[in-house]
T-cell receptor, first 113, second 114 residues
């Protein structure tokens, strides 16, 4: 079974530029999560989707971050404009139904210069 | 609200020695507890989980953890460390009705020395 796929793996941009990350969850997983992981920290939830509906986006900085999950499968997380403090690893995870196991992708390491 | 505290941001053991990584949680309702491992430049991999039932849970790679409600702990152990165990380990908690929102600790970096 293929795991959670994320792209790109690494991204370097200048501040004020836009950037987008893509995630394809495990087939059949209806719940998708985006996490932010700062250096030396544990992941923090940004947004959770149940199918195509964002059911928890309370931690998403909506002034510059946006996300979508069209058709309830893959998802895109966007930052516009990026700031120096956005440098971090962005992790995507997925899970199925009432199963509390979340499966993580390899992450996208963003560097804002 | 739920939270996790991992004592010791860095732990160093000798190969073949016991591994003990500490995790204490705070939750107002019965918790579900997890240990994840993260190797450099990779995502998180689930080691083991406790939801209900037996309080001693076994996971992959010879790891196990015991849920102790009275101590609000979920420490991770492995009888004999291997060089390949060197990685960062995260304890996490969620609750029923919490929308499966995982709250992670700050992680413990495990170093295994010859």
């Amino acid at each position: 079974e293929a795991g959670v796929v994320q792209s790109p793996r690494y991204k370097i941009i200048e501040k004020k530029q836009p950037v987008a990350f893509w995630c394809n969850p495990i087939s059949g997983h209806n719940t998708l999560y985006w996490y932010l992981q700062n250096l030396g920290q544990g992941p923090e939830l940004l947004i959770r989707y149940e199918n195509e509906e964002a059911v928890d986006d309370s931690q998403l900085p909506k002034d510059r971050f946006s996300a979508e999950r069209l058709k309830g499968v893959d998802s895109t997380l966007k930052i516009q404009p990026a700031e120096l403090g956005d440098s971090a690893v962005y992790l995507c995870a997925s899970s199925f139904g009432e199963n509390y196991e979340q499966y993580f992708g390899p992450g996208t390491r963003l560097t804002v210069t | 609200a739920q939270s996790v505290t991992q004592l010791g941001s860095h732990v160093s053991v000798s190969e073949g020695a016991l591994v003990l990584l500490r995790c204490n949680y705070s939750s107002s309702v019965p918790p579900y507890l997890f240990w994840y491992v993260q190797y450099p430049n990779q995502g998180l991999q689930l080691l083991l989980k406790y939801t209900t039932g037996a309080t001693l849970v076994k996971g992959i790679n010879g790891f196990e953890a015991e849920f102790k409600k009275s101590e609000t702990s979920f420490h991770l152990t492995k009888p004999s460390a291997h060089m390949s165990d060197a990685a960062e380990y995260f304890c996490a908690v969620t609750t029923t009705g919490g929308g499966n929102k995982l709250t992670f600790g700050t992680g413990t970096q495990l170093k295994v020395e010859l």
